[in-house]
């Protein structure tokens, strides 16, 4: 249990904001990373991969040290709820502290099979577990967006993400959190747009880490806005088709 112990409207406030941030990220990560080409920027979302990871594990299964929050500050005093590790997670954790968090001789050289993470399985792990947390933790204890986020189906997970997750405890703002949804829509913009215009809109899509102005910010956001509307509108019709 943390320490020291926090009141429900604070571990409410805590888990709207930074489980729901580990949580989205390490979705959006494990989708982001199979497609991806090597680079410097690839290089970047494994390591944002493996400590969103590490982090999750902590908080399902260990136990927390002095102020860390964990999984089990979220039940209720009568509710039992101790998981065991599945093999797949605790040698992920091992690899992150290892082959990230340390310069040790466990690091793998080159680019064999063994060095690439396996992103499906471990999203599978990482959301079986949230799900059965989220019906195990107390209703007067975390937030409501966080059981909606982990029952969404997997094609309406970007976009809901866009809408509901301000991504507050970055270090900087980046253009992802303005265009949280560009890549479920990408196949759709794709079909309705010439090649220059293409082009531009790949690169928005690859270069997270580039400085935009306020104006610029204000704009994309404006983009993005009537993306999402045009995506919902389309979802919409598309439940109510026979």
Not at 96 to 120: F, V, Y
Request: hydrophobic share 40%; net charge negative; glycine share 2%.
């Amino acid at each position: 249990m943390t320490n020291p112990a926090m009141t429900d409207q604070q571990l409410i406030d805590f888990s709207r904001e930074h489980l729901l941030q580990e949580l989205t990220m390490f979705w959006e990560l494990a989708e982001i990373l199979p497609v991806r080409e090597a680079s410097t920027e690839t290089s970047a979302f494994v390591e944002s991969y493996c400590v969103h990871l590490r982090s999750l594990i902590d908080f399902f299964y260990r136990e927390g040290i002095k102020d860390d929050v964990t999984a089990q500050d979220f039940l209720d005093a009568t509710t039992t709820w101790k998981p065991a590790e599945p093999a797949i997670l605790t040698t992920a954790h091992e690899r992150a502290n290892k082959e990230l968090s340390h310069l040790t001789q466990s690091r793998i050289s080159g680019r064999p099979p063994e060095k690439a993470w396996d992103t499906t399985a471990l999203l599978k792990e990482i959301g079986a577990i949230a799900q059965d947390f989220a019906t195990k933790a107390s209703a007067k204890k975390v937030h409501p967006k966080v059981g909606e986020f982990l029952k969404l189906p997997a094609n309406e997970v970007r976009i809901w993400i866009g809408d509901n997750v301000p991504r507050s405890n970055v270090a900087s703002q980046v253009v992802s959190s303005t265009f949280g949804s560009v890549s479920t829509l990408t196949p759709i913009i794709m079909q309705t747009i010439d090649e220059e215009d293409r082009k531009a809109f790949e690169e928005i899509g690859r270069n997270m880490f580039i400085e935009y102005t306020d104006q610029e910010r204000s704009e994309l956001a404006k983009i993005a806005a009537n993306l999402r509307r045009i995506s919902k509108t389309a979802q919409s019709r598309s439940r109510k088709a026979p």
